[in-house]
T-cell receptor
């Protein structure tokens, strides 16, 4: 079963706008990770945030983690056509245990 | 190139058949995780191996089995295939910063 649920399921925005995706999970975690998947291709790791961290940045990506609400958000700023993809959050319960994926958000960037 | 190699990239086979998917983790990585991605079930964890030993099992059917060999490559064996087994199968290695996935094997059962 999936640990996380993502919201929205699909998001369509204009190029240059910001995109925000949310992820909720059910149990305590060691870390939460975000991945991108272009259509039918492999998963690319974007960012990992540990349970004792609240915010992390990587280029145009900003991830927040609220362990009290068991939720995380991924913000992509100044979106580009190349950002069109599915985005998944994944939670790891303990170090080196399996990661459990959320249901994903399909992001479309309109030119 | 993620460094995790999966073969074949595509596989088309008939119901009832048996197939073997292969994964070579990045050089030096001891762990292998297998995932199945289907339209109705999303990304599901199947099984984990570490240095040749099974470490964790997920939603893996009894018709499926896996192993990790001394050279650390892993094979996922799928038998008595059904239409519903059509999916993308990924393997991954774990790093300190996240998981590195292979490009997957797309299995189509007809």
């Amino acid at each position: 079963s999936q640990q996380g649920e993502e919201d929205p399921q699909a998001l369509s925005i204009q190029e240059g706008e910001n995109a925000t995706m949310n992820c909720s999970y059910k149990t305590s975690i060691n870390n939460l990770q975000w991945y991108r998947q272009n259509s039918g291709r492999g998963l690319v790791h974007l960012i990992l945030i540990r349970s004792n961290e609240r915010e992390k940045h990587s280029g145009r990506l900003r991830v927040t983690l609220d362990t009290s609400k068991k939720s995380s958000s991924l913000l992509i700023t100044a979106s580009r056509a190349a950002d069109t993809a599915s985005y998944f959050c994944a939670t790891e319960y303990s170090s080196a245990s399996k990661i459990i994926f959320g249901s994903g958000t399909r992001l479309s960037i309109r030119p | 190139d993620s460094g995790v190699t999966q073969t074949p990239k595509h596989l088309i086979t008939a119901t009832g058949q048996r197939v073997t998917l292969r994964c070579s983790p990045r050089s030096g990585d001891l762990s292998v995780y297998w995932y199945q991605q289907s339209l109705d079930q999303g990304l599901q964890f199947l099984i984990q191996y570490y240095n040749g030993e099974e470490r964790a099992k997920g939603n893996i059917l009894e018709r499926f089995s896996a192993q990790q060999f001394p050279d650390l490559h892993s094979e996922l064996n799928l038998s008595s295939l059904e239409l519903g087994d059509s999916a993308l199968y990924f393997c991954a290695s774990r790093t300190n910063y996240g998981y590195t996935f292979g490009s997957g094997t797309r299995l189509t059962v007809v």
